[in-house]
């Protein structure tokens, strides 16, 4: 099968384009032949040797986790899907789905709604769980309450804006740039803050929860705009913050909470069933095709995507 592939870690030159081994499903695995799949800041964190405690030194290395296509086989204990199936998914932190083909555990994967495309389906799986864990899970979110998505426009905060908004919040304000307020307001924001004009910690005790999406604030820049009980939920703390603000939050009624996005099969069909309805819509930035996967790495590297950036496999 064709891949992108890398032999060492390094900048986005290390990724190659050739022939890669067909990956065997097991029992209970899925064996999908790839339609689309999408960029996320941990694939090139990984690629870039950031996180080798998780990768290790095997190569070659098959980046990207999110992925949809259609079942080719299954697996001899897969009762629920079959081949011709169109399903999506998040394949294990290893990576493996920018390819032709790729396994897929049964467990994890969904039904792709008959409305929507394979690519708007690859922009969801690994967002779309961080956002939908970091509220509903780590940040408690409870109706009625008032959110701050900060980092909006990403592929993480698109989708945690209209989240908010589907798990009951009563005011959702997000942060951004000044180029995606018009796209984050119509995702259901009631506020949008240009983060250049405003500094939304100096807000003092106004919001009951804050989604760090991007991990460009701290919790203890950010204690001060919770109220009495809000909780800070971040993706990746800077270090210090994680030294410092863990132990300070311990001592405090505002919490600082880090999400860890796990593959919950349940949570994954939660958010198919939303998109099937047209109630949750992935925001697309632009589209690469597989071979020019190094491209969609370094445009990812510069942080001005608006919502995913997304792999097209012929």
């Not at 959110?147 to 919040?169: D, E, F, K, P």
């Amino acid at each position: 099968m064709k891949a992108i592939y890398y032999l060492e870690y390094g900048s986005a030159d290390v990724l190659r384009y050739g022939e890669q081994p067909t990956p065997e499903p097991r029992a209970d695995e899925l064996l999908l032949r790839v339609h689309a799949s999408s960029i996320n800041p941990v694939d090139w964190k990984i690629r870039r040797g950031e996180l080798k405690l998780v990768s290790g030194f095997g190569f070659p290395q098959i980046p990207g986790r999110d992925v949809a296509g259609v079942v080719e086989r299954v697996g001899a204990a897969v009762q629920e899907f079959r081949p011709g199936d169109r399903v999506f998914g998040m394949v294990d932190s290893l990576g493996g789905a920018n390819a032709e083909y790729v396994v897929l555990p049964a467990r994890v994967a969904a039904a792709l709604p008959p409305n929507l495309s394979f690519e708007q389906a690859a922009a969801l799986p690994l967002a779309g769980l961080t956002a939908l864990q970091a509220l509903r899970d780590k940040g408690a979110l409870r109706a009625g309450e008032r959110v701050l998505i900060n980092g909006a426009s990403g592929g993480v905060g698109t989708l945690a804006v209209q989240l908010a908004r589907l798990l009951g919040a009563g005011s959702v304000v997000a942060t951004c740039g000044a180029r995606n307020v018009g796209l984050v307001r119509g995702l259901g924001a009631d506020e949008v803050i240009d983060y250049a004009a405003h500094d939304f910690t100096q807000d003092h005790g106004r919001y009951d929860l804050i989604f760090d999406a991007v991990a460009h604030s701290s919790y203890r820049q950010s204690k001060a705009a919770l109220r009495s009980g809000g909780r800070y939920v971040t993706t990746v703390p800077n270090p210090k913050d994680l030294a410092l603000g863990l132990p300070l939050s311990v001592f405090s009624d505002k919490k600082l909470r880090i999400v860890v996005t796990k593959d919950r099969g349940p949570d994954m069909r939660q958010l198919a069933q939303w998109l099937g309805l047209g109630r949750l819509r992935p925001v697309i930035d632009t589209a690469f095709p597989l071979a020019d996967t190094a491209a969609a790495h370094r445009y990812s590297e510069q942080g001005h995507a608006a919502g995913k950036i997304v792999l097209t496999v012929a």
